[in-house]
């Protein structure tokens, strides 16, 4: 089978590096230049690991793992509060738990399947095709491609999900915040070097941590009414900076330091669909399930809906209906309950009070013990996805 997948993230180096071990054959369609830089902090656990061992990738996640000694948080006033050991965060997830990059993962899997799989960078899809046994994309840059299989794993903003299923404003669902990262070149601010730092205000939050080559990482979240309309480039950062105008201590020197090139931003939002395939074309990871930066496992999700798909494709190749049946109905339930999570979770993310924020507060300082820990894994483990 000749899979055609949009996107070059995630979502869809795990299907073409899964594709490829079940013997078939991938071309990926991506809208960027060249493979995007490192991306911003995540945390990698939950049915995500689980897909990552079955791969017999572990051992390179470890490579990329940043192995950080506590997370500490300050006061609007930049004085540390108080601090969390992440070994004993760590144990809420069994130790089964990884900080890295998220172009980190990305570069990863790339490496995994450059030598296996076609690429097309600068390049998206501008009509699709379909009949009974294949599907047909014409492409940005004039040229065609026959598949099998095409497969939107495009993000929250997919070009796959507009021309087969309809306009986002369809679909997605704005959770009251906006979101950007960014990140530095070696920036002298007083942040302990083992560490995840993070401040948060009323409505506002940001974090900060050392990366490799002498870098630092940022990422900002902030209430808001509406979504941002398509902001970008100096715009963008305005309009952080216009957020963040009365939160000091840093934040100045790291305003002055963005480079355009690597900076983030977008709104905070889900992708509800009520069907995630339509005949030989489907939709993967952000690009039909988006969770939202507030349920985190995006990239542990993208990966669980990659494996799943590639799964039943390689048992039942020629029964297009029987994989899409399969891949919805198990990975569906999982999705929809960590959306609804989310939603509820949405008001007390980054709170709007100082009442708030000291409940918050309150909840983070216990999180690590472990007569609480039942409790926070039932709060951020979604079912597994596997029935052995």
Known sequence: MHILISGSGIAGLTLAYCAQRGGHSCTLVEKAGAKR????MIDFFGTGYDVAERLGLLPDLQQIHYPIDRLVFFN???REKYSLSYPAVRKIFYDRHFNF???DLENLLYSKVREHAQFRFSTTIESVEQDASSVSATL????RIDADLLVGADGFHSRVREIVFGEESRFSRFLGYNTAAFLLPSVRVPISPDAFSTLTVPGRQFGLYPVRGGKLATYFVYRAENPPKHLRGEAAIEELRSAFSDVGWILPTLFEHIEPGSFYFDQVAQI?????????V?????ACYCVSLIAGQGASLAMAGAYLLAQKLHSAASDISSAAAFYENRLRPPIEKKQRAARKLA???VPSSSDGLFIRDLVMRFSAYAPFRPLIRRSLSPESIFHE
């Open 37 to 40: 830089p490192e991306g911003y």
């Open 76 to 78: 609007s006033r930049g």
């Open 101 to 103: 990059l998220r172009g």
């Open 140 to 143: 940005s840059d004039g040229s």
């Open 272 to 280: 509800e669909l009520p069907q995630w395939s339509k005949g030989r």
């Open 282 to 286: 489907f939709l993967l990871g952000d």
């Open 347 to 349: 008001r007390r993310f």
